[in-house]
């Protein structure tokens, strides 16, 4: 079964909105990764992802073995095992939390909802040594256009935050941190 959300929809989109920039300028046009053919859940099968499942099932069930073990000494009488028979399966719901949302973000990178970490990586790689990317807040997030100075009370405070930022930059450095 196909996937027909929105990584079907963006290439639809894509490419609809690439015959309009053509017509207008070809230097305008929006620039869409290419996506690869096929579902977006295909990922959950490839060799890497059938050893976390495996690994996922098997670390489970032997959470469960374990509580199931701490149960049953605790039966016998000892009663710091109460505190396990109850831990076992928490880590064990800890673990499958886990699973789901490494999954969930894997389908976010894949539909394109948030940036593939390995690629800010190489690109942070890339810069020169003491150069840091920098985050584009968008006009959504600032309440208002990046342009617009009206307000001074805000820009001082903004002029405040940089400084204290620029201030503590390295601080983690020193203590091994980074």
Known sequence: MENAGPAD??????????????????EDAPQVPA????????FLISPRWLGWHLLMV????????????????????NGLSWAYTFEWPLFAVFAVVFWAKTIRDEFRIRRGEIPD???????????????????QASSV?????????????????????????????DHGRWHGLR
């Open 141 to 169: 997030q600032a309440g208002g256009s990046p342009d617009e100075d009206g307000d001074e009370e805000l820009s001082a405070y903004n002029a405040y935050l940089a400084r204290l930022n620029a201030e503590v930059k």
């Open 117 to 135: 970490p390995r690629q800010v990586a190489a690109e942070a790689e890339r810069l020169p040594a003491g150069v840091t990317g920098s985050i």
């Open 35 to 42: 996506e690869p053919p096929g579902p977006v859940w295909r």
């Open 9 to 26: 929809a963006a290439a639809t989109e894509a490419k609809d909105q690439a015959t309009e920039a053509d017509a207008v300028a070809p």
């Open 58 to 77: 098997v670390s489970f069930w032997g959470m469960g073995w374990l509580g199931d073990w701490q149960f049953h000494r605790a039966l016998a009488g």
